[in-house]
Nanobody, 123 residues
């Protein structure tokens, strides 16, 4: 079992930045590839970014490429999502998730989920 807790969300103006953190407890995080997802009101949950166990392989959704950066620190059992040049359409609840598979985007391939953190970008 892995417990995931996100933090770092908040209200920011368009063009601003936020850094989300995901703290893991239970099993060591290095056993899992990690992903970030988001869900806006009235929309389905969507893939944002994923990182392999070692951090050597990374994938991004086209909508965030060049603006968001996913990273991890296995020694600290932490995963991060640096979000720059934020847009109002980035407004959503952001979730951290762990998967036993490699870097992957389908949400049903993730085994553990955090409770989410709200990100609101004002125009």
């Amino acid at each position: 079992q892995v417990q995931l807790v996100e933090s770092g969300g908040g209200l920011v103006q368009a063009g601003g930045s936020l850094r989300l953190s995901c703290a893991a407890s239970g099993r060591t995080l290095s056993r899992y590839a990690m992903g970030w997802f988001r869900q806006a009101p009235g929309k389905e949950r969507e893939f944002v970014a994923a990182i392999s166990r070692s951090g050597g392989s990374i994938s991004y959704a086209d909508s965030v490429k060049g603006r968001f950066t996913i990273s991890r620190d296995n020694a600290k059992n932490m995963v991060y999502l640096q979000m720059n040049s934020l847009k109002p359409e980035d407004t959503a609840v952001y979730y951290c998730a762990a998967t036993r598979y490699s870097v992957t985007s389908p949400s049903d391939e993730y085994d553990y989920w955090g409770q989410g953190t709200q990100v609101t970008v004002s125009s």
